[in-house]
C-alpha cells in the first residue's frame, strides 16, 4: 500500500480497512479448515469476529449443524455471529427483529 501510493492516489485507507468495511464471511464449510488452518486464519484476519456470519448450507442435504460451528468457535462470539453482524450487514434493527421472532409461550404455560 505504502510502496505504491504514487500509482494509487484515490486510495484512502489501507486495503485491509476496506476488506472489513466490506467483505462478509459465512461460516459455510467451516468443517473444512483444520484447527492449524483455523488457527493460521485467526492470525491473518484479527477481525474476522466482526465479519462472520452464521450460515448452516440449508437446505441441503449436508447442512451443518448449529452447534457444530458454535462448538468450534469462541463463545464471546455468539452475539457478533449468530445475529449482531447480520442485523449490520443487512440494516436490521436488532430490537424489532427479537420482538419479531420472539416465540410466544402457549396458553396456560408456566414461565
Not at 493460521?40 to 469476529?49: A, D, G, M, R, V
Not at 452464521?54 to 437446505?59: M, V
Not at 449482531?84 to 443487512?90: L, V
Request: aromatic share 14%.
Amino acid at each position: 500500500f505504502h510502496l505504491m501510493r504514487q500509482e494509487s492516489p484515490w486510495v484512502k485507507t489501507m486495503p485491509s480497512e476496506y476488506i472489513h468495511r466490506n467483505l462478509r464471511v459465512s461460516t459455510q464449510p467451516l468443517e473444512t479448515l483444520t484447527s492449524k488452518q483455523f488457527k493460521t486464519l485467526l492470525e491473518i484476519y484479527p477481525f474476522l469476529e466482526d465479519v462472520l456470519l452464521f450460515a448452516t448450507d440449508y437446505p441441503h442435504f449436508d447442512a451443518d449443524d448449529p452447534f457444530y460451528i458454535t462448538k468450534r468457535l469462541p463463545k464471546e462470539w455468539m452475539p457478533k455471529l449468530l445475529y449482531k453482524n447480520s442485523c449490520e450487514t443487512y440494516g436490521w434493527d436488532e430490537k424489532e427483529l427479537e420482538a419479531r421472532t420472539s416465540v410466544e409461550q402457549p396458553v396456560g404455560s408456566v414461565r
